[in-house]
């Protein structure tokens, strides 16, 4: 049984900065790939960031602009998204998610991925 669990986000001013944490439990014996998506009120669900098992690849969304790191602690089993300068347009309910293919394997499409935790809220705002 596949669990993701969010945490880390809150109300941030503009211009601030938040780290996200999902932590993984699963089978260690398949391969995952992991993915931060958002989704706005009214709006579709998109992606923020991937990476793969190892952590060795990784890739962004366009309109991050360099603002987000996402990075993975395996001896933790937790998978980080760093968000800097954040906007008011970030504010977004943050998914973690993970997909089952290969050690190599990244990918930015949410119809790839299997498995998703409930999410945690972020705020940007004065």
């Known amino acids: 049984q596949v669990q993701l669990v969010e945490s880390g986000g809150g109300l941030v001013q503009p211009g601030g900065s938040l780290r996200l944490s999902c932590a993984f439990s699963?089978?260690?014996?398949?391969?995952?790939?992991f993915g931060w998506f958002r989704q706005a009120a009214g709006r579709e669900r998109e992606v923020v960031a991937a990476?793969?098992?190892?952590?060795?690849?990784?890739a962004y969304a366009d309109y991050t602009e360099d603002r987000s790191t996402i990075s993975r602690d395996s001896a933790k089993n937790t998978v980080y998204l760093q968000m800097n300068n954040l906007k008011p347009e970030d504010t977004a309910r943050y998914y973690c998610?993970?997909?089952?293919?290969?050690?190599?394997?990244?990918?930015?499409?949410?119809?790839?991925?299997?498995?998703w935790g409930q999410g945690t809220q972020v705020t940007v705002s004065s």
């Open positions: 998610a993970a997909g089952n293919y290969n050690t190599n394997y990244v990918s930015k499409l949410a119809r790839e991925y299997q498995f």
């Open positions: 699963g089978p260690t014996s398949s391969n995952y790939f």
């Open positions: 990476i793969n098992l190892y952590g060795s690849r990784t």
